[in-house]
């Protein structure tokens, strides 16, 4: 997908996917309702899994797009309507709002960790990987569609799946006009619950360096089914100067449930922690501010589970680059 340009793919095309017949593969669009006087064309085709055949699975480019503007369209030449919002401009005074939620599956906690997004009116959505918990079960990639079609067709998202490596070249990034980075992988790197243990320590060895090195200044991960914010941390030890917060956020809801058992003694690194559904929002204020939420979902919206202000100075990143020092 080009800078620019949209496509729903998860979106309102799921429901017109599960069908044996395809529909055309077009989406007409537009900034006022009911009047689509642009519109794209693309492809559409199938997969098989064992004796599960897909149904049509539509490929539509649109765009380019507005920044910070609501579009309707409609997907096949007549379904109902749908909007999506796109993202703020690009700048670093623009305020953006980001969602996160990881390992969301199909349970009454992932709709209510899904409800709670929704009231949120985030920009975009980070998923630190594993959806669906389809399990090679392929129906379950379509029930999952129309589970999280609500919020897939009217915002972007973000998906990692499982553990990747790094392979951006971080260090050319001009951090003027990118003053906050952050970096998202799907097994922790910094866990302190006893489930999954070690699972991401091998990616840490091999890529801390480099994320230090660019100066991110937050982490997210899935993975262990549970919530957990650290403080600034590199090589295990709490480090204010050059370390980074990770926050980890498996805890959008799946069958498998929760990851209660904490390690005992609680680690010096590991500030706030609990086993209990939810999601967080990522305000990302200006270019020195920012400020972290991690909402539960049995509490009403508007209680704050945990919280976290970054702050920075601009100044004094570009002199700690210089210097290749870790903010």
């Not at 996160?100 to 709670?116: I, N, R, Y």
């Not at 379950?140 to 951006?168: C, H, I, K, Q, Y």
């Not at 906050?180 to 866990?191: D, E, N, Q, V």
């Not at 100066?215 to 941390?233: I, M, P």
Request: proline share 5%; net charge negative; with cysteine.
């Amino acid at each position: 997908m080009k800078a620019g340009e949209f496509s729903p793919v998860h979106g309102a095309a799921n429901r017109a996917d599960i069908s044996t017949r395809a529909a055309i593969s077009r989406v007409d669009y537009g900034t006022l309702p009911g009047i689509y006087d642009k519109f794209g064309e693309g492809t559409n085709g199938f997969y098989t899994f064992a004796f599960y055949k897909s149904g049509y699975v539509h490929d539509v480019i649109i765009g380019p797009l507005e920044a910070n503007t609501v579009y309707y369209y409609k997907c096949g030449g007549n379904s109902q309507e749908y909007s999506f919002k796109t993202p703020p401009p690009l700048g670093p005074e623009v305020p953006v709002m980001f969602a996160v939620a990881g390992d969301l599956g199909q349970t009454k906690w992932t709709s209510s960790t899904l409800d709670h997004i929704q009231q949120s009116n985030h920009d975009v959505l980070i998923l630190p990987g594993d959806l669906s918990y389809a399990d090679y079960y392929q129906p379950l990639w379509d029930s999952f569609g129309r589970l999280v079609e609500p919020l897939a067709s009217s915002r972007p998202w973000m998906v990692t799946e499982g553990n990747r490596e790094t392979s951006a070249d971080l260090a050319k990034l001009d951090r003027t006009s990118t003053p906050w980075l952050i970096a998202i992988i799907h097994a922790p790197w910094y866990s302190s619950n006893s489930k999954h243990q070690g699972d991401g320590e091998e990616m840490r060895k091999s890529r801390e360096l480099t994320l230090g090195d660019a100066h991110v200044d937050l982490v997210f991960a899935g993975h262990v089914h549970a919530y957990e914010r650290t403080a600034k941390v590199s090589d295990w030890k709490v480090d204010h100067d050059c370390g980074i917060y990770y926050i980890t956020i498996g805890d959008g809801g799946n069958r498998e449930g929760l990851a209660r058992t904490f390690l005992d003694p609680t680690p010096d690194w590991s500030v706030y922690r609990e086993a209990s559904f939810g999601h967080g929002i990522l305000k990302v204020l200006n270019s020195t501010h920012a400020h972290w939420i991690w909402h539960r979902n049995q509490d009403n919206y508007s209680v704050v589970g945990d919280e976290l202000w970054l702050t920075k100075t601009i100044g004094a990143l570009t002199k700690k680059q210089k210097r290749g020092v870790g903010l």
